[in-house]
């Protein structure tokens, strides 16, 4: 099962708005603002779940509970950015693809090499 961008961006507003009215000035003593360290460290622990959802529940349980903790995790994401700013994604010129070659002789389908994500950017 897939979505488009408007199905997940529907999906995301929806959880805002489930999150603004649970966590609030009237619900909450932080009125519901975070600094982004708080929003990582509960964004953390919502992935913690997921991960326990995949590895401890059965299929197609198991994907359909750890998408909506998704969803949860990527709420926050955009709750921080509301509260704490929103930088934009500067690039010069279109964006690069980087592809990662397979070693003479690994079998197709194995496991690529890893790279160093932090070059990417």
């Given at each position: 099962?897939?979505?488009?961008?408007k199905?997940?961006y529907?999906?995301l507003d929806?959880?805002?708005?489930y999150?603004e009215?649970?966590?609030?000035?009237n619900t909450?003593?932080?009125a519901?603002r975070?600094?982004?360290g708080?929003?990582?460290v509960?964004?953390d622990?919502?992935l913690h779940?997921?991960?326990?959802q995949?590895?401890?529940?059965?299929?197609?349980a198991?994907?359909e509970?750890a998408?909506?903790?998704?969803?949860?995790?990527?709420?926050?994401?955009?709750?921080c950015?509301?509260q704490?700013g929103?930088?934009?994604?500067?690039?010069d010129?279109?964006?690069?693809h980087?592809?990662t070659?397979?070693?003479k002789?690994?079998?197709k389908?194995a496991?690529?090499?890893?790279?160093?994500?932090?070059s990417v950017g």
């Open positions: 099962m897939s979505a488009t961008r199905e997940v529907a999906a929806g959880e805002r708005d999150q009215e649970k966590w609030n000035e909450t003593a932080s519901g975070h600094s982004v708080e929003f990582v509960f964004m622990n919502y779940e997921a991960k326990a995949l590895s401890r529940m059965a299929e197609p198991a994907t509970a998408l909506n903790t998704i969803r949860k995790i990527t709420a926050m994401g955009v709750a950015m509301e704490n929103a930088p934009q994604r500067e690039f010129g279109p964006v690069k980087v592809r070659e397979r070693p002789g690994t079998a389908g496991t690529p090499p890893r790279r160093n994500l932090r």
